[in-house]
Protein backbone atom coordinates (compact mmCIF):
# COMPACT_ATOMS: atom_id res chain seq x y z
CA UNK A 1 0.00 0.00 0.00
CA UNK A 2 1.33 3.48 -0.98
CA UNK A 3 0.06 7.01 -0.36
CA UNK A 4 -1.22 7.10 -4.00
CA UNK A 5 -3.48 4.35 -3.09
CA UNK A 6 -4.77 5.89 -0.05
CA UNK A 7 -8.11 8.01 -0.58
CA UNK A 8 -7.15 11.91 0.23
CA UNK A 9 -9.70 12.11 3.01
CA UNK A 10 -8.34 9.21 4.95
CA UNK A 11 -6.19 10.48 8.10
CA UNK A 12 -3.05 8.48 9.47
CA UNK A 13 -4.26 9.02 13.15
CA UNK A 14 -7.57 9.30 15.15
CA UNK A 15 -7.12 10.26 18.71
CA UNK A 16 -10.47 9.91 20.71
CA UNK A 17 -10.59 11.86 23.64
CA UNK A 18 -8.13 15.09 24.66
CA UNK A 19 -6.67 14.45 28.46
CA UNK A 20 -3.21 14.15 29.35
CA UNK A 21 -3.15 10.83 26.99
CA UNK A 22 -5.04 12.36 23.89
CA UNK A 23 -3.05 15.24 24.19
CA UNK A 24 0.80 13.50 24.41
CA UNK A 25 -0.41 11.09 21.55
CA UNK A 26 -1.00 13.91 19.12
CA UNK A 27 2.05 15.86 19.78
CA UNK A 28 3.79 13.14 18.80
CA UNK A 29 1.79 11.81 16.11
CA UNK A 30 1.18 15.24 14.60
CA UNK A 31 5.30 16.14 15.18
CA UNK A 32 6.41 12.74 13.33
CA UNK A 33 3.94 14.32 10.68
CA UNK A 34 1.16 11.86 10.77
CA UNK A 35 -2.02 13.48 9.33
CA UNK A 36 -3.44 13.33 13.27
CA UNK A 37 -7.48 14.38 14.34
CA UNK A 38 -8.44 15.00 17.99
CA UNK A 39 -12.15 14.17 18.80
CA UNK A 40 -12.99 15.84 21.92
CA UNK A 41 -16.57 15.00 23.32
CA UNK A 42 -18.33 16.64 25.40
CA UNK A 43 -19.20 13.42 27.22
CA UNK A 44 -15.41 12.80 27.60
CA UNK A 45 -14.17 16.34 29.59
CA UNK A 46 -10.93 15.14 30.88
CA UNK A 47 -10.22 15.05 34.91
CA UNK A 48 -7.83 17.04 34.81
CA UNK A 49 -9.88 20.15 33.57
CA UNK A 50 -11.48 20.05 36.95
CA UNK A 51 -8.61 19.68 39.17
CA UNK A 52 -7.75 21.72 41.57
CA UNK A 53 -4.15 21.55 41.99
CA UNK A 54 -1.69 19.41 40.10
CA UNK A 55 1.23 18.84 42.42
CA UNK A 56 2.94 15.84 41.14
CA UNK A 57 3.80 16.13 37.85
CA UNK A 58 7.75 15.85 37.40
CA UNK A 59 8.98 19.34 36.72
CA UNK A 60 6.52 21.39 37.36
CA UNK A 61 5.71 21.25 41.29
CA UNK A 62 2.17 22.94 41.17
CA UNK A 63 0.14 23.67 38.53
CA UNK A 64 -3.69 23.94 38.05
CA UNK A 65 -5.08 20.97 36.56
CA UNK A 66 -6.90 23.45 33.85
CA UNK A 67 -3.79 25.18 32.83
CA UNK A 68 -1.62 22.03 32.06
CA UNK A 69 -4.40 20.95 29.74
CA UNK A 70 -4.41 24.09 28.47
CA UNK A 71 -0.73 24.07 27.83
CA UNK A 72 -0.36 20.38 26.40
CA UNK A 73 -3.42 21.36 23.91
CA UNK A 74 -1.62 24.24 22.69
CA UNK A 75 1.35 21.90 22.33
CA UNK A 76 0.27 19.55 20.29
CA UNK A 77 -1.74 22.13 18.22
CA UNK A 78 1.62 23.88 17.55
CA UNK A 79 2.36 20.78 15.68
CA UNK A 80 -0.70 20.20 12.95
CA UNK A 81 -2.84 18.11 15.07
CA UNK A 82 -6.70 19.67 14.39
CA UNK A 83 -9.48 18.89 17.12
CA UNK A 84 -13.03 18.40 16.56
CA UNK A 85 -15.66 18.76 19.53
CA UNK A 86 -17.71 15.51 18.84
CA UNK A 87 -18.75 12.82 20.61
CA UNK A 88 -17.97 9.34 19.51
CA UNK A 89 -20.73 7.45 19.26
CA UNK A 90 -18.86 3.64 17.20
CA UNK A 91 -16.07 2.57 14.95
CA UNK A 92 -15.70 -0.08 12.49
CA UNK A 93 -13.05 -1.33 10.49
CA UNK A 94 -13.22 -0.40 7.20
CA UNK A 95 -11.25 -1.89 3.64
CA UNK A 96 -9.07 0.98 2.55
CA UNK A 97 -7.24 0.32 -0.93
CA UNK A 98 -4.93 -2.92 -0.21
CA UNK A 99 -5.01 -2.67 3.70
CA UNK A 100 -7.58 -1.74 5.91
CA UNK A 101 -8.11 0.93 8.16
CA UNK A 102 -11.28 1.83 10.66
CA UNK A 103 -14.40 4.38 10.62
CA UNK A 104 -15.10 6.46 13.53
CA UNK A 105 -18.77 7.75 13.71
CA UNK A 106 -19.58 10.65 15.99
CA UNK A 107 -22.68 12.63 16.78
CA UNK A 108 -22.29 15.07 13.21
CA UNK A 109 -19.90 13.03 10.99
CA UNK A 110 -17.92 10.21 9.89
CA UNK A 111 -13.70 10.06 9.63
CA UNK A 112 -11.53 7.47 8.42
CA UNK A 113 -8.39 6.29 9.62
CA UNK A 114 -5.51 4.23 9.23
CA UNK A 115 -5.03 4.08 13.04
CA UNK A 116 -6.97 4.88 15.96
CA UNK A 117 -6.37 5.69 19.62
CA UNK A 118 -8.70 5.48 22.42
CA UNK A 119 -7.52 7.81 25.03
CA UNK A 120 -11.06 8.76 26.21
CA UNK A 121 -10.38 8.32 30.12
CA UNK A 122 -13.03 7.29 32.90
CA UNK A 123 -15.96 8.64 34.27
CA UNK A 124 -17.02 9.17 38.19
CA UNK A 125 -18.85 6.60 39.70
CA UNK A 126 -22.57 7.02 41.20
CA UNK A 127 -23.84 5.22 44.54
CA UNK A 128 -26.84 4.53 43.06
CA UNK A 129 -28.49 5.35 46.32
CA UNK A 130 -32.22 7.00 46.86
CA UNK A 131 -31.68 11.02 45.97
CA UNK A 132 -28.55 10.77 44.58
CA UNK A 133 -30.44 11.29 41.08
CA UNK A 134 -33.58 13.88 42.47
CA UNK A 135 -30.91 15.97 44.21
CA UNK A 136 -28.00 15.96 41.34
CA UNK A 137 -27.07 19.13 41.40
CA UNK A 138 -29.03 20.17 44.30
CA UNK A 139 -26.46 19.72 46.14
CA UNK A 140 -24.84 16.66 44.58
CA UNK A 141 -21.34 16.79 42.84
CA UNK A 142 -18.29 15.05 41.74
CA UNK A 143 -16.41 17.98 41.18
CA UNK A 144 -14.94 20.25 44.39
CA UNK A 145 -13.31 22.55 42.24
CA UNK A 146 -16.83 23.32 40.06
CA UNK A 147 -19.15 23.77 42.86
CA UNK A 148 -17.10 23.80 46.35
CA UNK A 149 -17.12 27.67 46.08
CA UNK A 150 -21.39 27.19 46.41
CA UNK A 151 -20.63 26.16 49.95
CA UNK A 152 -19.27 28.73 52.24
CA UNK A 153 -19.53 27.95 55.53
CA UNK A 154 -21.49 25.27 54.92
CA UNK A 155 -21.04 21.92 55.98
CA UNK A 156 -20.79 19.15 53.55
CA UNK A 157 -19.88 14.77 53.51
CA UNK A 158 -17.16 13.57 51.14
CA UNK A 159 -17.97 10.46 50.15
CA UNK A 160 -14.26 7.83 49.67
CA UNK A 161 -10.95 7.52 50.64
CA UNK A 162 -9.03 7.43 47.93
CA UNK A 163 -6.23 10.03 46.60
CA UNK A 164 -9.29 11.90 44.79
CA UNK A 165 -11.85 11.95 48.03
CA UNK A 166 -9.20 13.51 50.38
CA UNK A 167 -7.29 15.51 47.94
CA UNK A 168 -11.04 17.62 47.18
CA UNK A 169 -12.15 17.30 50.54
CA UNK A 170 -9.10 19.65 51.65
CA UNK A 171 -9.98 21.90 48.87
CA UNK A 172 -13.22 22.03 50.21
CA UNK A 173 -11.95 23.45 53.28
CA UNK A 174 -11.35 26.45 51.86
CA UNK A 175 -14.72 27.25 51.55
CA UNK A 176 -16.85 24.76 54.38
CA UNK A 177 -17.45 24.97 57.73
CA UNK A 178 -17.13 21.58 57.74
CA UNK A 179 -15.63 18.60 56.20
CA UNK A 180 -17.03 14.47 56.95
CA UNK A 181 -15.06 12.50 55.12
CA UNK A 182 -18.02 9.20 54.96
CA UNK A 183 -15.10 6.19 54.03
CA UNK A 184 -16.47 2.06 54.08
CA UNK A 185 -13.39 0.82 55.80
CA UNK A 186 -11.44 2.38 58.97
CA UNK A 187 -8.44 3.88 57.07
CA UNK A 188 -7.93 5.95 54.39
CA UNK A 189 -6.38 4.29 51.29
CA UNK A 190 -4.98 8.13 50.18
CA UNK A 191 -1.14 8.47 50.22
CA UNK A 192 0.27 9.08 53.47
CA UNK A 193 1.31 12.74 52.94
CA UNK A 194 -2.55 13.38 51.90
CA UNK A 195 -3.58 11.52 55.07
CA UNK A 196 -1.07 13.92 57.16
CA UNK A 197 -3.02 16.59 55.33
CA UNK A 198 -6.40 15.58 56.45
CA UNK A 199 -6.08 14.27 60.20
CA UNK A 200 -3.98 17.93 61.07
CA UNK A 201 -7.09 19.98 59.25
CA UNK A 202 -9.03 21.12 62.08
CA UNK A 203 -11.96 21.57 59.16
CA UNK A 204 -11.97 17.70 58.85
CA UNK A 205 -14.31 15.02 60.34
CA UNK A 206 -14.17 11.61 59.54
CA UNK A 207 -17.54 9.02 59.24
CA UNK A 208 -15.83 5.46 59.63
CA UNK A 209 -17.13 2.22 58.76
CA UNK A 210 -20.30 3.67 57.18
CA UNK A 211 -22.03 2.92 54.02
CA UNK A 212 -24.04 5.67 52.67
CA UNK A 213 -28.04 4.52 52.76
CA UNK A 214 -29.76 7.45 51.30
CA UNK A 215 -29.18 11.38 50.13
CA UNK A 216 -32.28 13.39 52.12
CA UNK A 217 -33.86 16.75 51.15
CA UNK A 218 -36.27 18.27 49.06
CA UNK A 219 -35.26 20.73 46.88
CA UNK A 220 -31.69 20.04 48.14
CA UNK A 221 -29.54 18.49 50.47
CA UNK A 222 -30.16 18.18 54.17
CA UNK A 223 -28.23 15.20 55.19
CA UNK A 224 -26.66 12.02 54.38
CA UNK A 225 -28.44 8.86 55.95
CA UNK A 226 -24.85 6.34 56.92
CA UNK A 227 -24.93 3.03 57.49
CA UNK A 228 -22.56 1.91 60.42
CA UNK A 229 -20.48 -1.45 59.55
CA UNK A 230 -19.36 -2.31 62.47
CA UNK A 231 -21.20 -2.88 65.88
CA UNK A 232 -25.14 -2.92 65.89
CA UNK A 233 -25.34 -1.69 62.55
CA UNK A 234 -26.88 1.08 63.86
CA UNK A 235 -27.83 4.34 61.06
CA UNK A 236 -26.56 7.97 61.67
CA UNK A 237 -27.57 11.27 59.76
CA UNK A 238 -24.99 13.66 59.12
CA UNK A 239 -26.78 17.10 59.25
CA UNK A 240 -24.86 18.48 55.70
CA UNK A 241 -25.64 20.31 52.95
CA UNK A 242 -23.54 19.45 49.94
CA UNK A 243 -22.21 15.85 49.26
CA UNK A 244 -19.62 15.69 46.71
CA UNK A 245 -18.89 11.64 45.36
CA UNK A 246 -15.53 10.55 44.64
CA UNK A 247 -15.73 6.15 45.10
CA UNK A 248 -13.74 5.27 41.92
CA UNK A 249 -14.24 5.56 38.32
CA UNK A 250 -16.15 3.77 34.86
CA UNK A 251 -14.26 3.30 31.51
CA UNK A 252 -15.85 5.39 28.80
CA UNK A 253 -15.69 2.99 26.49
CA UNK A 254 -19.05 2.17 25.52
CA UNK A 255 -18.11 2.83 21.78
CA UNK A 256 -15.45 0.12 21.40
CA UNK A 257 -17.67 -2.72 23.39
CA UNK A 258 -17.52 -5.05 20.53
CA UNK A 259 -14.87 -4.10 18.91
CA UNK A 260 -11.98 -4.56 21.10
CA UNK A 261 -11.18 -6.78 23.76
CA UNK A 262 -12.14 -5.25 27.34
CA UNK A 263 -12.17 -6.37 31.08
CA UNK A 264 -14.80 -7.11 33.05
CA UNK A 265 -15.05 -3.68 34.28
CA UNK A 266 -14.80 -2.32 30.64
CA UNK A 267 -11.31 -1.34 30.99
CA UNK A 268 -9.40 -2.21 27.17
CA UNK A 269 -6.84 -4.60 27.47
CA UNK A 270 -3.60 -3.23 26.08
CA UNK A 271 0.24 -4.50 25.90
CA UNK A 272 2.92 -2.78 26.70
CA UNK A 273 2.96 -1.20 23.50
CA UNK A 274 -0.69 0.26 24.11
CA UNK A 275 -2.12 -2.21 21.59
CA UNK A 276 -5.10 -3.45 21.33
CA UNK A 277 -6.90 -6.88 20.57
CA UNK A 278 -7.50 -5.19 16.56
CA UNK A 279 -4.86 -4.25 14.51
CA UNK A 280 -4.77 -0.73 14.31
CA UNK A 281 -6.22 0.38 17.30
CA UNK A 282 -3.84 1.26 20.67
CA UNK A 283 -5.29 2.42 23.42
CA UNK A 284 -3.36 5.08 26.72
CA UNK A 285 -4.60 6.40 29.22
CA UNK A 286 -7.46 6.09 32.28
CA UNK A 287 -9.77 3.96 30.23
CA UNK A 288 -7.00 0.94 30.35
CA UNK A 289 -5.99 -1.94 32.34
CA UNK A 290 -3.78 -1.41 34.38
CA UNK A 291 -2.60 -0.98 38.09
CA UNK A 292 -1.78 3.41 38.24
CA UNK A 293 -3.62 5.93 36.54
CA UNK A 294 -2.46 9.29 36.91
CA UNK A 295 -1.17 12.07 34.82
CA UNK A 296 2.43 11.03 34.67
CA UNK A 297 1.57 7.39 33.37
CA UNK A 298 -1.34 8.63 31.08
CA UNK A 299 1.07 10.77 28.93
CA UNK A 300 3.48 8.01 29.05
CA UNK A 301 1.04 5.70 27.65
CA UNK A 302 -0.25 8.74 24.84
CA UNK A 303 4.13 8.58 24.06
CA UNK A 304 3.43 5.06 23.24
CA UNK A 305 0.69 4.72 21.67
CA UNK A 306 1.51 7.28 19.24
CA UNK A 307 4.94 6.13 18.50
CA UNK A 308 3.36 2.29 18.16
CA UNK A 309 0.66 4.02 15.48
CA UNK A 310 3.82 5.49 13.42
CA UNK A 311 5.32 2.43 13.15
CA UNK A 312 2.02 0.60 11.71
CA UNK A 313 0.89 2.94 9.33
CA UNK A 314 4.64 3.44 8.31
CA UNK A 315 4.59 -0.37 7.75
CA UNK A 316 0.85 -0.73 5.84
CA UNK A 317 2.28 2.39 4.00
CA UNK A 318 5.66 0.36 3.03
CA UNK A 319 7.81 3.12 4.33
CA UNK A 320 10.86 1.67 5.53
CA UNK A 321 11.79 3.54 9.15
Same mark, same amino acid.
Given at each position: ? !???????????????????????? /????????????????????????????????? +???????????????????????? /?????????????? +?????? !??????????????????? /?????????????????????? /??????????????? %????????????????????? =????????? @???????????????????????????????? %?????????? &??????????? &???????? $????????? %??? !??? $??????????? =???????????????????? %???????? !?????????????? +? @???
Amino acid at each position: M !TDREIPDDVLDCIIIGAGPAGLTA /ALYASRSAMKTLILEGSSTVSQVTVTDMVENYP +GIPEVSGFDLHDRLRTQALAFGAT /AKMEDVISMENTPL +GLSHGW !TVNTNIASYRALSVIAATG /ARWRSLGVPGEKELMGRGISYC /ATCDGPFYRDRSVAV %VGGGNTAVQEALYLTKFAEKV =TIVHRRDRL @RAAAILQDRAFSNEKIDFCWDGIVERIEGTGG %VSGLRVKKMK &GNGEYVTLPVE &GVFIFIGL $DPLTEYLMG %VVN !TDK $DGYIIADSRMR =TSEKGVFAAGDCIAKSLRQI %VTACGDGA !TAAYEAELYVDELK +G @RPY
